[in-house]
């Protein structure tokens, strides 16, 4: 009997336990973006701050294009060039015809960030987005 009490209160913690772990673990999001000349659809997303994030992105168009995460803040000057590779958070880049799957984390800081394709004359246009990290 006293055995059995054991036994069951390590079952509750291991429980608990698991709860908690879950509770507090990474936040995870899965979004997707179609990329064409020249527009993202979706052009607007949601993740939560500092998720891991899953990002497909599949490429309708004829030409290579990018999902560029830009800093808060940081504002692209037009054309895309040098200057602005800085202001860079992370970016993915699809060849035209092919979908790929990437995985990032999401910033640690809430507000709007804006999405960009970073190919001469793309962001010109058209392709520019908002991710909203909440
Ligand atoms: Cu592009």
Request: aromatic share 8%; net charge negative.
């Amino acid at each position: 009997m006293k055995h059995r009490s054991i036994r069951l209160a390590a079952l509750a913690v291991l429980v608990l336990g698991g709860l908690l772990l879950a509770g507090c673990g990474p936040k995870t999001a899965s979004i997707t973006a179609e990329v064409t000349d020249f527009k993202f659809t979706p052009d607007a997303w949601e993740v939560p701050a500092g998720s891991e994030v899953t990002l497909t992105v599949t490429n309708n168009g004829t030409q290579e294009h990018e999902w560029v995460l830009v800093k808060l803040g940081d504002e692209i000057t037009i054309p895309f060039d040098d200057d602005d590779e800085d202001k860079v958070f992370w970016e993915a880049e699809v060849q035209p015809g092919e979908t790929q799957t990437f995985t990032f984390t999401a910033p640690a800081e809430k507000g709007d960030y804006t999405i960009v394709c970073g190919l001469p004359s793309h962001l010109e246009q058209g392709m520019e987005g908002t991710l909203r990290v909440k």
